[in-house]
Every structure is written in structure tokens, then in C-alpha cells.
């Protein structure tokens, strides 16, 4: 265990740990928007995080454009196939108990994943531009340029979103279904315009995720799951309903898994991560910053 | 002097900043009906739910049979003894249930997915009764919908009902606890004078079969005509008791009711507050 | 007052002839629907001890994973039927019992019986620990919690040595399908039996109640944590009995088939499928879906599992309640448009 205390190693820790939580903030964004404002845990994040990774990969494989320039494409057409999965399939089970919801998500999961599967195969996929192997170096510390870009946008996306919610017509209509949906109703709001909105949105965030994992590591159809269950404990952690928790939350799950793996082997990285999951359930079950409503 | 049941005694109840209860304090005697009155979010529901375990004290004590339901510490704390505490006051809550004082919801819980006659099954089955059989509860049951009057529906879905049936379905949950003290949150809200006389007429029967009935309502007409004692509470703390001819006439009650202003108009022009407070089931329906 | 409010009934269907009052006999759709699917399944019972005298090794195998899964669906129906609670984590007790039957087997040299019991016991004790904090918490919270219950436990069963760590675990083999289809069988009779009687207990009410109002079922008197605990353990104590017949069956059990997070979500839609909180709903979804899979893995072997997941969502969109809520009601087609439209926002 020497090497935990040689003088480059937490700092090296921590930058890669903060880098990937750039990444989980905005893997966690959009399942935090959905879950806090339509109260449906979105199983088939995952998959729509995926689509989005491949989207990239495909348009960047034929045009050879830069992959964070995708990412714009990749959104919105993920917003698309999020808006019409809800007003077409979720916004009919929207008031039924939860199980129902959890399960038709679930089936979505299911549905896209193993499509994509039989579509593109397990094949395990990258895209690599040209900067790709390019890095800074700060004192010993090495900073890839790629996941450096991955975490400035996780970021940007991040402040936009919340000037979207803040400042913007449909932000604020989006905000008011969240608190009360009768009253939303009442003041005009289109309510199942707005879920879909609202569904969409949360799709075109995971594509975002979806190009940045796209260009910062290997993947392949069965990505989903796990980061659905990521996004899921991130938003535990920094507390559901505000967009700076998903920020604290996802940035310090990304310290935590990193340092957790190598402070205790990587096969206890789940293990870790499901232990503080669970006991921060039990003992702050509001999250680190958690309010009431959406924000 | 008959015997005193039920007692809370310098109770406050703090949510976050906000003081629910500030020295709450009342008795209630046995065979007794005391009516609880006072404005909106005076504080009135909160005190139920502190007696009941919903949410415990933060400070103070109640007592019944002189014996305090939070014996020692109440039931707040901090950090991560928070969770360890809550269990344990979800402990009291369902031991409260058991030694013999239920109440009814001021919105109605009924368990929606089971007939009428189930839903008053539980409730003979746990309470104070807490009998092993369920035909032994079911026919406790059975007695119970007789007393009340839903016989007729019993195996109706409880969701089907209409307000005063689901009014009086909480009632019948509550009475198939065998209790000794019962606390009715607002079991008349929402019902015509026709079914108000009825619901009236059966709170007085609760009484004369021996069960000791706290009251809050906000139709003054029928806690008026059904209360031995009145105690009026307004922010939190109770501010005036007695007779209800009394409370009526009392100017802190009708300050309470009607602010600083009106209440001195009230009191100079010799306007009968009773007029007044009788307006109140128009207000809140 | 018994005079003053006629009742206004909304659902007209089940009681057409309003009970008198005292009326004992209640013969409403539900109860005929109910006491049929009875009759059936004690009918079939027999026929299922008879099978094995005809049965090809296909049938024998894929009756006996029937079994195993109806079992686990069964279980998950008194924590998440009865009680409520969307239990997320079962294969924690599935692999669990699997895990210490296995060792008991090989390093204990137990034979299979014991130690499959000793299996569910183990599992029935963790059950009631995991239980106590866990299920505090209510609604998605609660399910994940589960779920990370159950990634925890296969975690650790993958870094610790004394479970042979991420390597498989080798049990004797045993070439007797007859065994294990009996076994799979019993095992499902008795479950089907506990919930059975504790739908009919004061166990029952209380669990039924706290589905339906955990508050107001607390102030009645019911002691809502032990309740949920008891009801989880007797959940985590059928799945780590499954979990010991499955390992001898199989022969060999390593962490990703016996924690498989799939087949949580698998159990559940089966007793969604069939009927949640009735007693015998779980086994005819479990006898409907692996219908539906196998179909579709015969027919559609390429994209059966594209369908499948295609079927969840049309399942759970036309019959949110399931089969047994279903044919309680008088079928007709509108029934899934009005399904379609309930829950619509």
C-alpha cells in the first residue's frame, strides 16, 4: 500500500475522480428532472444514455465532426424519441401506482437495449478524435484533454439548464407541474404536453451524457443499466430536487467510486457505492442538499 | 370531581422553524365530550397527532391516566440517533393505539382496497381489543356497523362511499378499537344538517356506551349542542375554557375568530357573538 | 342516522345485490372468480404430481424452472402484494440461500435437505435484519434500497474467499430430475398454503392495511415495523429455499446467475402479470410469462428478447392490475381501454 502515499497520488486521485464526475453529474441530470418532477423513476435512462453514445459514434465515424459537436444532434434527437415515448406510452400509467410505472420503464429498458444488441451487436466501440491521446500536465498530475472538455461541458450544460428553469417560460411551467400539479393545471398549463416536455428534455440530457461517456471511454449496448442505477444513487446522495445537488452529488460520487476502487480493489467498487447508497437512505433520506421541490 | 383521562400538559411541537404548539394544555375527563375549537391552524390537528404518536412532542407531557405516553424523552432527536428514535416512537404510536385512545382523520384514510366491514375488522382486531381470530373481529365488526349505521354497505368498497358514510366509516374504525378515549378530527366537515343532527346523535351515543370523546369541529351549532366543556385554541397555545354558553362570550375567543378590529365592534355594538361564530359552517364548507 | 344518505355506489358490477344487513354469504363476481381458480388449482395439482411418469426432459425442465420462479414470484407477493412495498432485492436471498446451501453441501458435507432449510432460515434472519432499517423507508426509495441490498450481497459473495470468491461453486451432482421437480413442487404447495393463511390472518389484515394506509393502520394499533419485518423475512425465507433447490439443481452457482438483477424484475412482472395481492395471481403470471418467453424464443430466437420487452410494456399498459383483477371484473374488451384510460394523466 505504499503507493498511497506517494506525493502524486491523491491529487492524481482526485482530478480523475472529479473528471468522471462531470460526467455522472450530467448522467444523473436528466433522471433527476424526471424523477423529482414527474415522479417516475426512468428505468430506460440507461438505454437513452446509450442511444446517445452511439448516435455520436455513428455520425462521427461518417463525418469524421468533432464528438462535443454532436452532442447537440445527438440531444435532440433523443429529445424526440423522449417526448413521443411520453405521450405516447408513460403519460397513460402516470397516476398508477409506482410498480407500474417502474415495470413499463423497465420493459422500455429492456426493448432498446436488446435492440440496440441486435442492431450494432456487443461490439465494444470508441470514438477517438484526433486529440484523443493529448493531455496537461500539472506538475505530476495528468489531466486528459478529452475528459477535460467532458467535464467543462457536463458543467455549461449544467448552468444552462438552470437558467432554463430559472428564466424561461417553459422552465418556469416545468417548475409549477412539479410542485402542484392541480394548480399547474389550473394556472394553464398543458399538463401532458408538459410531461412530455419534461420527458424529452430528460432524454436529451442523457444524450449529452451519452456523447461525453462516447468520447471519454469504450462502450457498448449494455452500458445502460448500470448507469441508470449511478444517476439513481447520485441523486440520493446530493438529495432530489434541486440541479446544484445533482452537481455536489455527482461529483462527489465520482471521488468516492474512484477512491473507493483503489483504496479497497476495484471489486469493492460496487459494494461501496451500494453501502453508502443504503445507509445514507436510512439515515438522511433527503440527500446531502435535498429540498422539497424542484429548483 | 370525576376522574381525569386524558391530559396534555405544557405541550409545544416545533416542525423545523415552524412552533405548531406553543404550552398547549387541556383535560379530559371521564365520560366527558370536550369540544376543541379555534381558527385555522390554531394548532388543533397537530395536538391530536401528538397524542397519538403521528408526530410526538417536542416538548411537554401527556398523560394518560397520569401516566406519561412519552415517558422520559420525547421522541426527538438529532442526527443519526434521529433514526433510531423514530423507530422508537413509531413504537408509541401503534402502543398508544393498543392501550385505548384512537382517533379518526380530519381527511379520511379509509383502506380503500378492502369492503367496509374489513376495514372495521382491523380495527377489532388490533386496538385494545386485539383479538387473535378475525371471525371474532368480524363479528365485533358486524356490532360496530350496526351502532354507526353502515350495515347496509358493509361489503361495499370502502372507496365507494359518500362523504358521510366515509365520515362515519372513520368513526367505526375508530370505535372497533374499543377505546376508552376517543379523538374526532372534524367528523361533521362536509356534511349537510340533516346529516349533522344524525352524526351528533351518535357521538352522544358514543359517550353514554363509556368512551370519553375529544372533539374538534368547526360547525359551531353541533359542537355547541354536543360539548359538556369547550377549550378554544388559537396559534398554538389554548387560550380560553369552560362552558360553551361561556367560551362563546368570551372577547379573547371572539378576537381569536374575528381579529383585534372586529372583535371590538363586536363587543361595543352588543352584537350577539353567537350570530357571529354560527356563520362559520358557511365559511368553511 | 341510519335513514338520512342513500348510498351512492359507484361500481355497479360486484354489487348487484346489496347484502342485508348481518349477511354472512357474500357471492360477489370476485369471490365466485376466486373460489374457481381455487378449484382449478387443486384440480391441477394432481395432474402435476403425474407428470413426471410421461414427461419428456424438456418438460421436466422447464416445469421445474416454473416451480422455482412461481415460488420467488409467491414470495415477493406477501412483501410487495400484501404489504406494499416494491421489494427490488429478492435474488439477495435467492443467491444467499444458493450460497450456504452450497457450502454447507460440499465444505459441510450436509445432505440436500437440511441443507437447503438451513439455507432459508439463514436467509430468513437476514431478511429480518436487512428488514429493520430498510424498511423504513417507503416507495422508490424503498426499492432501490433493495436493489442495493442485493448488488451489496453479490459483492461481497464475489470477494470473499470463504464463497470461493468470484470463482463457481461445484455442488455433487445429482442426475435425478424427479427429486428436484417434486421438491420444486412441494415447495410451491407450501407457499402457496402461507399465503393462504396469512391472507386469512391477523397477520393478513395488518399487512393489507398498511398497504393501504400505513399511518392510519398505525394508530390502529398495529405494530407496523414488526408486520413489514415479519412479512419480509417470511419473503426472504421462500427465496433462499428457491435459491437451495436451484443450486443443487444447476450443480454449479456463481455470483452473476444466482444474483441476477434481472430476474427480480422478471418475478415481479409475474406477479403483476397474474394479480398482485392474491394468493394464487403470481403463479399464473409466472405460468404465462415463461409461456410467453418460450414462444417467443422458438419463434423470434433472434429478437426475443426485443419482443419480450415489447410485451412487458403492452402487458402493464392494457391489464396495470393483471389477469386475476381481470376476469374478477365480467370480460370485455372495453375493460382495456378503460384500463388504458384510468391511470392516464
Known amino acids: 500500500m505504499d503507493f498511497l502515499l506517494h506525493p502524486s497520488f491523491w491529487p492524481q486521485q482526485i482530478v480523475n475522480g472529479l473528471l468522471i464526475g462531470g460526467v455522472y453529474v450530467l448522467v444523473a441530470l436528466g433522471f433527476s428532472i424526471v424523477w423529482g418532477i414527474l415522479n417516475i423513476v426512468n428505468l430506460a435512462h440507461g438505454a437513452f444514455i446509450m442511444l446517445g453514445a452511439f448516435i455520436t459514434f455513428f455520425i462521427w465515424d461518417a463525418t469524421n465532426l468533432d464528438p462535443f459537436l454532436v452532442l447537440p444532434i445527438a440531444a435532440a434527437i433523443l429529445f424526440v424519441i423522449g417526448y413521443a415515448t411520453q405521450a405516447g406510452i408513460i403519460n397513460f400509467v402516470v397516476r398508477a401506482p409506482l410498480l407500474v410505472t417502474l415495470l413499463l420503464t423497465f420493459g422500455i429498458e429492456i426493448f432498446v437495449t436488446n435492440l440496440a444488441l441486435y442492431k450494432w451487436k456487443a461490439d465494444i466501440r470508441s470514438v477517438s478524435p484526433s486529440y484523443a491521446g493529448q493531455s496537461i500536465e500539472l506538475g505530476s498530475t495528468i489531466i486528459p484533454i478529452t475528459k477535460l472538455g467532458a467535464l467543462g461541458l457536463a458543467c455549461a450544460i449544467t448552468g444552462l439548464l438552470a437558467l432554463f428553469m430559472t428564466r424561461t417560460k417553459i422552465g418556469a411551467s416545468i417548475r409549477a407541474m412539479g410542485m402542484d400539479l392541480t394548480a399547474a393545471r389550473l394556472m394553464g398549463v398543458n399538463i401532458p404536453r408538459t410531461y412530455a416536455l419534461t420527458f424529452g428534455l430528460g432524454a436529451a440530457l442523457a444524450a449529452a451524457a451519452g456523447t461525453l461517456i462516447s468520447a471519454t471511454q469504450p462502450f457498448d449496448p449494455s452500458i445502460g443499466s448500470s448507469y441508470t442505477i449511478r444517476a439513481f444513487v447520485i441523486c440520493v446522495l446530493g438529495g432530489l430536487g434541486s440541479i446544484p445537488a445533482v452537481l455536489v452529488g455527482g461529483l462527489l460520487f465520482g471521488l468516492i467510486e474512484t477512491i473507493g476502487s483503489v483504496v479497497l480493489g476495484a471489486g469493492y467498487k460496487d459494494a461501496i457505492t451500494f453501502l453508502v447508497l443504503v445507509l445514507l437512505l436510512v439515515f438522511r433520506p433527503n440527500g446531502l442538499m435535498g429540498k422539497e421541490y424542484y429548483r | ?285 | ?345
Open chain 3, 1 to 345: 342516522m341510519a335513514d338520512t344518505a342513500e348510498p351512492l355506489v359507484r361500481r355497479s358490477s360486484e354489487q348487484e345485490s346489496p347484502a342485508g344487513p348481518g349477511a354472512k354469504k357474500r357471492r360477489t363476481t370476485a369471490t365466485i372468480v376466486d373460489r374457481v381458480l381455487l378449484i382449478c388449482a387443486l384440480v391441477s395439482l394432481p395432474i402435476m404430481v403425474l407428470v413426471p411418469l410421461h414427461a419428456t426432459g424438456y418438460w421436466m425442465n422447464l416445469l421445474t424452472e416454473l416451480f422455482i420462479l412461481s415460488i420467488l414470484a409467491t414470495a415477493w407477493n406477501i412483501i410487495g402484494g400484501y404489504t406494499g412495498y416494491a421489494a427490488f432485492g429478492n435474488v439477495a436471498f435467492f443467491g444467499g440461500g444458493a450460497y450456504v446451501t452450497a457450502e454447507l453441501m460440499t465444505r459441510g458435507a450436509w445432505s440436500f435437505i437440511p441443507a437447503m432449510l438451513a439455507g432459508g432460515l439463514a436467509m430468513l434472519l437476514y431478511g429480518a435484519i436487512v428488514g429493520l432499517p430498510v424498511l423504513r423507508l417507503r416507495g422508490h426509495y424503498f426499492a432501490i434500497a433493495t436493489l442495493g441490498v442485493a448488488i451489496m450481497t453479490r459483492e461481497l459473495t464475489n470477494n470473499l474467499a470463504i464463497f470461493g470468491a468470484s470463482q463457481p461453486i461445484n455442488l455433487p451432482l445429482k442426475n435425478d430430475p424427479n427429486l428436484f421437480y417434486y421438491v420444486a413442487l412441494g415447495l410451491l404447495v407450501v407457499s402457496i398454503i402461507v399465503t393462504y393463511l396469512i391472507a386469512r390472518s391477523k397477520l393478513g389484515f395488518g399487512l393489507v392495511a398498511i398497504r393501504e394506509n400505513e399511518d392510519a393502520a398505525l394508530v390502529m394499533g398495529i405494530n407496523t415495523t414488526m408486520y413489514k419485518v415479519v412479512a419480509f423475512a417470511l419473503n426472504a425465507l421462500l427465496c433462499g429455499l428457491a435459491g437451495g433447490l436451484y443450486a443443487y439443481w444447476h450443480s454449479t452457482i456463481d455470483p452473476p446467475t444466482v444474483f441476477d438483477l434481472t430476474t427480480n424484475v422478471r418475478l415481479i412482472i409475474m406477479a403483476v402479470l397474474g394479480g398482485i395481492g392474491t394468493p394464487l395471481g403470481p403463479v399464473i403470471g409466472a405460468a404465462l410469462l415463461t409461456f410467453i418467453q418460450e414462444t417467443l424464443w422458438k419463434n423470434f430466437t433472434n429478437l426475443h428478447a426485443v419482443l419480450f420487452g415489447a410485451a412487458i410494456v403492452v402487458v402493464v399498459l392494457l391489464m396495470p392490475r393483471g389477469i386475476v383483477y381481470l376476469v374478477r371484473q365480467k370480460f370485455a374488451w372495453r375493460i382495456f381501454v378503460r384500463n388504458l384510460r384510468q391511470y392516464r394523466v
Open chain 2, 1 to 285: 370531581m370525576t376522574e381525569v383521562v386524558l391530559a396534555a400538559e405544557h405541550v409545544s411541537k416545533v416542525f423545523g422553524g415552524v412552533t405548531a404548539l406553543r404550552d398547549a394544555s387541556f383535560e379530559l375527563r371521564r365520560g366527558e365530550i370536550l369540544g376543541l375549537i379555534g381558527p385555522n391552524g390554531a394548532g388543533k390537528t397537530t395536538l391530536i397527532n401528538t397524542i397519538t404518536g403521528v408526530d410526538p412532542p417536542t416538548t411537554g407531557r401527556i398523560l394518560f391516566h397520569g401516566k406519561d405516553l412519552y415517558g422520559g424523552g420525547s421522541g426527538e432527536s438529532r442526527g443519526l440517533m434521529r433514526g433510531v428514535s423514530s423507530v422508537l416512537t413509531k413504537t408509541r404510536a401503534y402502543r398508544i393505539g393498543q392501550m385505548g385512545i384512537a382517533r379518526t382523520w380530519q381527511v379520511v384514510k379509509p383502506f380503500q382496497n378492502m369492503s367496509v366491514r374489513e376495514n372495521v375488522t382491523v380495527g377489532a382486531l388490533f386496538g385494545t381489543g386485539n383479538r387473535g381470530s378475525v371471525s371474532a373481529a368480524a363479528a365485533k365488526a358486524d356490532e360496530v356497523l350496526e351502532f354507526v349505521g353502515l350495515s347496509r354497505v358493509g361489503d361495499h368498497a370502502a372507496d365507494a362511499l359518500t362523504i358521510a358514510d366515509r365520515k362515519r366509516l372513520e368513526l367505526a374504525k375508530a370505535l372497533a378499537m374499543e377505546p376508552e378515549v376517543l379523538l374526532l378530527d372534524e367528523v361533521m366537515a362536509g356534511l349537510n344538517l340533516v346529516e349533522i343532527e344524525g352524526a351528533m346523535d351518535l357521538v352522544r351515543r358514543v359517550r353514554e356506551s363509556g368512551v370519553s370523546v375529544m372533539i374538534i369541529e368547526h360547525v359551531m351549532k353541533a359542537i355547541m349542542g354536543v360539548s359538556d366543556r369547550v377549550f378554544v385554541m388559537d396559534a398554538g397555545a389554548n387560550i380560553a375554557e369552560g362552558k360553551p354558553a361561556e367560551v362563546i362570550n368570551n372577547p379573547l375567543v371572539i378576537e381569536a375568530y374575528l381579529g383585534k378590529r372586529y372583535a371590538q365592534k363586536v363587543l361595543d355594538e352588543g352584537i350577539d357573538p353567537a350570530a357571529i361564530v354560527g356563520i362559520e359552517p358557511e365559511i368553511h364548507a
